[in-house]
């Protein structure tokens, strides 16, 4: 039975706390008019019977004057139940029933007394006096009809009124949450019919300026978000086809060589070059592979490490490198980091360096000072060509080549400083290239230059981890 739209449970939501507070305003004005009005009833009556009890007292019943207006009537009876005095009205009437006990004072009582009023109450009040002749009763009756039409009539107007104010109330709800949701709506629908080929298209952003209009920029934002998604994702896959298409092709055709020469001779050379080209695609099939893992947004299993003893055992690993690796490392720099990944992003460097350096690749490890525990520096400059200021952060792009003839001879697919920094960012640090031709220990030295005259300088920063204690 409870309504399942958001229109729906506003409308009987309003209604239901606007008719309880309706209510209780209308119980509250009843109560405030009847006894308003009944005071103003008993206050004429007392000041009649007080009168009349006055004139008792000293013996001068006689000369009691006719009731006041909005008094119905006067009776004295004596404490034996006879009637001293009373109104014209009261002709025939029996006494009203003495007090018990019969002590001097003043009371009230509303009645119905039927031979006075048959049709509206009586707000009777009763003074007990002292007469020469003993105790004497004063008893003296207002009519509450005008507070029992008042009553009436305020009744019927609630009756009447309250119904139709509680109907404006859910009309007016309702026709303003509609208004109100049907940009709402209209988000719904559009976004109802976006398929993964559509998602150029947008929501509708009302000019209202409020939580709908923030709802309607945040929904477009987040559709940005998965068009350049959806973009990368086709990129992604067009790039990887194409490096997969070329070893590929390369691979069948010596094969084809192989299967073709019947000269043993060449076999070795020819075998051997197809296994160039198989550990080629092995590579980037791996390379592919973690770069899935990493768009998976995969959990880091990461734990504190010396990042010192991790570049150390890197570069020592290495043997038969092209070019020498020099290191200069800060003792026991740590952070927290998975090994396995992180290694792999000092792998990276490292290769990208040697790839590109003429005679020597520097590694240079510090920590710097900070509001926290501080910041981890990793460097990795080389004396190779350099990287031009307008391709910094192109690198860092997946299937970048900034030589695309010269990167292929030295196998490289352009996925190693893309993997490199998207593994940093996992662990909450950042990888950039920066200038490589200022200080090479310093700070805030800048991006790179860009006539490539330096070398390439590769900046890794993580945060160090707290020692205990």
């Known amino acids: 039975m409870w309504p399942t739209t958001v229109r729906a449970r506003a409308t009987v939501g309003a209604s239901a706390v606007v008719a309880a507070a309706l209510a209780l305003a209308s119980f509250a ?47 004295v009876v004596d404490a034996d139940g006879r009637i001293l005095f009373a109104s014209p009205n009261l002709a025939g009437v029996p006494a009203f029933p003495p007090p018990a006990p019969n002590a001097p004072g003043t009371r009230s009582h509303t009645w119905r007394v039927r031979p006075v009023d048959a049709e509206n109450r009586q707000r009777v009040v009763q003074v007990v006096t002292q007469t020469p002749d003993g105790m004497a009763i004063v008893y003296a009756g207002a009519s509450l ?20 104010l509680l109907a404006t109330v859910a009309f007016v709800t309702w026709r303003v949450t509609g208004h109100a949701l049907r940009p709402v709506e209209a988000i719904r629908a559009e976004v109802a019919e976006i398929s993964d080929r559509g998602l150029h298209r947008r929501v509708p952003v009302p000019a209202t300026r409020d939580e709908v209009a ?52 060449l076999w070795p050379e020819l075998i051997g070059g197809a296994l160039e080209d198989i550990e080629r695609l092995q590579h980037l099939t791996a390379d592919l592979l973690l770069l899935a893992r990493i768009d998976a947004a995969q959990p880091v299993v990461a734990a504190p490490l010396d990042l010192t003893t991790l570049v150390r055992e890197v570069v020592e690993g ?22 396995l990944w992180l290694g792999r ?57 900034l030589d695309d003839s010269r990167s292929r001879d030295h196998g490289g697919a352009g996925l190693g400083l893309a993997i490199a920094r998207d593994l940093s960012a996992r662990h909450g640090g950042t990888l950039t290239a920066e200038d490589s031709s200022g200080e090479r220990g310093g700070e805030g030295s800048g991006e790179r230059a860009g006539n490539g005259s330096g070398g390439a300088r590769l900046v890794l920063r993580l945060p160090v981890t707290r020692r205990a204690g």
């Open 345 to 401: 992003v000092v792998t990276n460097l490292v290769d990208n360096a040697q790839r590109f350096a003429d005679r020597h690749v520097e590694i240079t490890l510090r920590t710097t000072k900070g509001a926290g525990p501080g910041t981890a520096v990793l460097e990795v400059v080389d004396d190779g060509p350099g990287i031009p200021a307008a391709d910094r952060e192109r690198v860092f792009e997946r299937f970048t080549r």
């Open 29 to 75: 004005l009843l109560g405030l008019l009847e006894a308003n009005l009944l005071r103003n009833a008993e206050s004429d009556a007392r000041r009649q019977a007080e009168t009349v009890a006055q004139l008792a007292a000293t013996g001068k019943l006689g000369r009691v004057r006719p009731q006041a207006r909005g008094i119905d009537f006067v009776q």
């Open 214 to 265: 923030r709802l309607a920029e945040t929904m477009n934002a987040t559709l940005d978000r998965l068009e350049a998604s959806g973009i990368r994702q086709r990129q992604f896959i067009a790039d990887a086809s194409h490096e997969l298409r070329s070893p590929i092709t390369v691979l069948r055709t010596q094969l084809e060589v192989a299967l073709a020469v019947q000269d043993p001779e």
């Open 318 to 339: 290495r043997h038969g490198d092209r070019v020498p690796v020099r290191l200069r490392l800060e003792p026991e720099v740590r952070v927290t980091a998975g090994a």
């Open 145 to 164: 009809r005008d507070a029992d039409a008042a009553d009436d009539t305020t009744t019927a107007a609630l009756v009447i009124g309250l119904p139709l």
